[in-house]
């Protein structure tokens, strides 16, 4: 199982970026996606999830408003829109997956990608 991230930058207060993910190795179909953050000296938190239907979707506090998932199940892909960035979602980025729901994969995902860094700066 592959999952490959980009959109990572360094980027100013205020500004946008969009994260995606393209998923290979394995049949997706069903699969729930979603993305986790690390910053600095911290443990890995959840972002966001979207089930496979698109109907379920979760966000952490700190990004409601602010930040949107959405996938293209044909292209097994998942974005991450995210707008307004500020200095505390300076980390790096994974892309993760369950093949269950988006529940499951905020407690614990299955599956990891390698990362892309997102730096925001004041």
């Known amino acids: 199982v592959q999952l490959i991230e980009s959109g990572g930058d360094l980027v100013r207060l205020g500004d946008s970026l969009k994260l995606s993910c393209v998923g290979s190795g394995r049949n997706f179909s069903g699969d729930a996606m979603g993305w986790f953050r690390q910053a600095p000296g911290n443990d890995r938190e959840f972002v966001a999830a979207?089930?496979?239907?698109?109907?379920?979707?979760y966000y952490a506090d700190s990004v409601q408003g602010r930040f949107t998932i959405s996938r293209n199940k044909r292209i097994n892909t998942v974005y991450l829109q995210m707008t307004n960035l500020k200095p505390e979602d300076t980390g790096i980025y994974y892309c993760?997956?369950?093949?269950?729901?988006?529940?499951?994969?905020?407690?614990?995902?299955?599956?990891w990608g390698q990362g892309t860094q997102v730096t925001v700066s004041s």
């Open positions: 979207i089930n496979w239907g698109g109907a379920t979707i």
């Open positions: 993760v997956t369950h093949r269950s729901s988006a529940k499951h994969l905020r407690a614990k995902p299955e599956y």
